[in-house]
């Protein structure tokens, strides 16, 4: 088809496109900004000539937060950084204060955090493709996500109490072992998941209007990924081979065969394509973790100097009393010094910086929040495409608020 | 006989330690701030050396070994051994060159031993103990033994809740038998009534038949108890220690002036109690019951405004307001007949900035208050119930002999129109200074009701001695500053700068605006007792 201008007669002046420039507000209430999030857009047309990205606004202070309480007292704040996942920031955070007290949490419950973590991972990845696709029109998809997300939360309900800010991880190991049905639980709904994510696909992988809008739009290239210092899913869409998991192991991932999807094009469609492929490598994971899990034994290390000791003995005896006191009132001390450990977040590299002053009260907690890494590189994709195309291009990047702002 | 430095050092963990002759390692260790765990040594009290706590060992010198059984796993049978002996650190004498392992397993495997027994009958009473958060068996047991309770039979059950006095109840179930109480009756009061009776985990401490813990220093029991078994009857489940903090004070109970910690709850602006601060030049480690009980009277009927007007007539008002009517009273008098009634009782600052108030109105008329004498010791107690009577003398310039009997002898003879009176008089005053409840202009200045505000016709409240920054100079002429523990009430001023505000509504300049140039004008007018501040050396003083 020919472009509408070329039909016109100028000369005659019988219709005139106004094309100045723009300025659009774009958020930072508006139903496809996920979480709370203000972008001014320099318009011609429909097309993006600039954005300026605004985040801040859900700014909480949570570094500074921290520094008020225990060690152990951090986790709720944890939990809220990336509320969708939040069981694989309470592993990360767990993990770096683990680090510098040199502790090694039993072999069952690494593989217990190792299946929640992975879990967690599911529904974040699933919560990200479904937005997306809905704002792009498919509902569907969507709601049928939303459904298997909940079964899998009924199992994080079961284990930890809560269905979102589970806050369930503690230095050291986890506030409680596995429920009794855990693995039979899990290994039921690992077949919705299978189900569901090709219900997804079907729905979605061959369907024109999907296809136009993500592939080609939002497009970031490896150089530009890897000097912005992007990670995860994004950074894998884009050709950057890199996960945590498999790049540096922690836990007991390096005993896991699994493999790490990369992307060509670091388009829209090749992050949600990553995001799939990377919820069937996590049903991988979460198999043969449930196959090497002991079936008995401790999730935490066997220290009163860091994990509670039972109730029963706590009422009982002087020993468990002085050890609930001294953790209540005073906390966790790790020895003076710090670390920098990272995990491997839904989205990205989640690493948590941690200063210890030898108090009971951390002296510094600085987290490196992948989104916001990833949210940087946003303002590059979004620039020369449409208007339209910043919702599956910001939906792909998964920014969310908790930990972006912090 | 001259000693080169390194002989007259010891090695504790590799780390030169000097020590003084005579010093045990533990003291040694102490006096450099290396802290070797102890239950039963007191820097103030004599060695007991039972609690086994301090067991270090000696590495240089002859070696002596244990012999023992040692379980071989291998071949499934206890094996004779040897390990080394340990010796107490808190008896065993300094000697130079001495090399000293207070890290190694030995040591370590000793204390968490000394630990477990401690707690093998110890009640489950952390959550209603007052000594929770201080208490050495809490902090010992995360700092060396760390490990849960083995013996699965009932502990032994002994008395709780004994009355041994006014002052001090008793747990002998909580009590590990250091007995450091028992040393403090007999080394520092010299009344020894408080003993230990039968063996083993029978042992309780036992009043002398017939007596009770009622002499002058039975806090100091409590003060020495390093666990719950002594508690204070006074701060008995009135607060939660980890919520206090303390601030440097010095107590206003006598002329000794004893360094103290006022423990404060920052939420609710209350001091809970007062805490002897070591300081080796005033007070060693001690402080008397009544003045640990000090901090009661800066509580009690405090003024948190001004007040004008007598009797039935008598209404409150803003502190600003209280200032101005003082004011205008003041002036409608001749300021030669007006008479100023320093404090014993109150800091230099305070009496300072009066003493300029009566210099520049051109007054003469000087006078003191202070408390009649009360029973005096040798230990601490000086005959001398003020804390500041030196103070008042060097704020004055001179000796003000002058008292509350002049002063109502002055105003029965006319010659007195108007007072000026800082601080509290005690109410037994009340009778004999109803006189001055003719008078229209009397002025006082007061943190607490007392005989004076009742016959003041203004009422400037001020803050208490909690509340401000301030010096009292003891009976040896030592200036000892203290500091603010809780925050005046809103609008609420120190004395002195009530005064100032005071004379500047007259019209008249004292000289100063802060407490750094009152100081420095204090300083330079009266150079007679050479100041010396007793803040470096109690900060000289360690933690026990």
Known sequence: MEPIDDLLDEEEGALELHTDPMRLN????????????????????????????????????????????????????????????????????????????????????????????????????????????????????????????????????????????????????????????FIEDVRGVLVEIRKVTIETETMLLKNRIFLDRTQGTGILPKERAIQYGVTGPVARASGLDYDVRRDDPYLVYDRFDFEVPVGEDGDNWDRFMVRM?????????????????????????????????????????????????????????????????????????????????????????????????????????????????????????????????? | MEHSPEETKITIDGKPVPFEPGDTIIRAAWRQGIEIPHYCWHPGLSVAANCRMCLVHIKSGRQMEMPILKWNAKKKAFLPETKPKLQPACQIEAQAGMEIDTAGPDVANARASVQEFLLLNHPVDCPICDQAGECKLQDYWLDHQTSLKRKRTEPVHKPKGVRFGPTIVYDAERCIMCTRCIRVCEEL????????????????????????????????????????????????????????????????????????????????????????????????????????????????????????????????????????????????????????????????????????????????????????????????????????????????????????????????????????????????????????GELEAIVNLASNESAFTTVASVVIPTVSWLEDFGTFRNRDGLDQQFRRAVPAPPGVQPAWKAIATLAAEMGRELGFSNIKGLRALLNESTSSVSAQSSDSAAAAGATV
């Not at chain 2, 006319?414 to 008089?425: H, M, Q, T, W």
Request: net charge negative; proline share 6%.
């Open chain 1, 26 to 181: 774009m958020g930072p209430s508006h139903p496809a900004m996920h979480g709370t999030i203000r972008m001014v857009l320099d318009l011609e047309g429909e097309t993006v000539l600039n954005v300026d990205i605004q985040p801040g606004y859900l700014h909480r202070g949570f570094e500074k937060s921290c520094e008020r309480g225990t060690w152990n007292q951090v986790f709720p704040y944890a939990d809220r950084l990336n509320y969708v996942s939040p069981m694989l920031n309470n592993v990360g955070f767990a993990l770096a204060v683990e680090k510098l007290c040199e502790l090694q949490v039993p072999e069952r419950g690494q593989y217990y955090r190792v299946i929640l973590g992975e879990l967690s991972r599911i529904c974040d990845h699933f919560t990200c493709n479904g937005a997306t696709a809905m704002e792009l029109g498919a509902f569907t998809p969507f709601l049928w996500i939303l459904k298997v997300r909940d079964w899998i939360w009924d199992i994080l309900e079961k284990e930890s109490g809560a269905r979102l800010t589970h806050s369930f991880g503690r230095v050291g190991g986890m506030a409680h072992p596995p429920t009794e049905h």
């Open chain 1, 277 to 406: 492929e990377e919820i069937r490598q996590s049903i991988r994971i979460i198999e043969q973790a449930l196959e090497q899990m002991p079936g008995s034994g401790p999730v935490s290390v066997d220290d009163p100097r860091f994990l509670l000791p039972a109730k029963n003995e706590v009422y009982d005896t002087i020993e468990a009393t002085i050890s609930h006191f001294k953790l209540v009132m005073e906390g966790v001390k790790p020895p003076p010094g710090q670390v920098y450990s990272h995990t491997e977040g839904a989205n990205g590299e989640l690493g948590f910086f941690i200063v210890s002053d030898g108090s009971g009260t951390p002296y510094r907690v600085r987290v490196r929040p992948p989104c916001w890494y990833n949210l940087q590189a946003c303002r590059e994709m979004i620039i020369g495409d449409m208007v339209a195309d910043i919702i599956p291009t910001f939906g792909s990047v998964n920014m969310i608020g908790g930990e972006c702002d912090r």
């Open chain 2, 189 to 436: 009061v010299g009344d020894p009534v408080l003993d230990m009776r039968e063996r083993g985990n029978r042992n309780e401490i036992v009043l002398a038949p017939g007596r009770q813990l009622d002499h002058r220093y039975t806090l100091m029991t409590e003060h020495v108890c390093p666990v719950g078994a002594l508690t204070s009857r006074d701060f008995r489940f009135k607060a939660r220690v980890w919520f206090l903090k303390a601030s440097p004070t010095v107590c206003p109970g006598c002329a000794t002036g004893c360094n103290a910690h006022a423990d404060h709850d920052p939420r609710y602006g209350k001091v809970y109690r007062l805490r002897p601060r070591d300081n080796p030049q005033v007070n060693q480690h001690w402080m008397c019951d009544d003045g640990m009980m000090t901090y009661i009277s800066a509580h009690e009927g405090r003024m948190y405004g001004g007040l004008i007007g007598r009797g039935d007539e008598r209404e409150g008002c803003s502190p600003t307001e209280s200032i101005r009517q003082a004011a205008a009273r003041f002036s409608a008098v001749e300021s030669s007949r007006i008479a100023v009634v320093l404090s014993a009782l109150r800091s230099s600052e305070d009496n300072f900035a009066a003493v300029r108030f009566a210099e520049t109105l051109g007054t003469s008329k000087l006078y003191v208050n202070a408390r009649p004498d009360w029973v005096g010791d040798d230990i601490l107690r000086s005959a001398d119930q003020n804390p500041n009577r030196a103070g008042v003398t060097h704020a004055a310039g001179r000796e003000i002999d002058r008292n509350l009997n002049d002063l109502m002898r002055d105003v029965a003879a006319k010659e007195i129109e108007a007072v000026l009176l800082l601080g509290s008089a005690s109410t037994e005053f009340a009778q004999q200074l109803s006189a001055l």
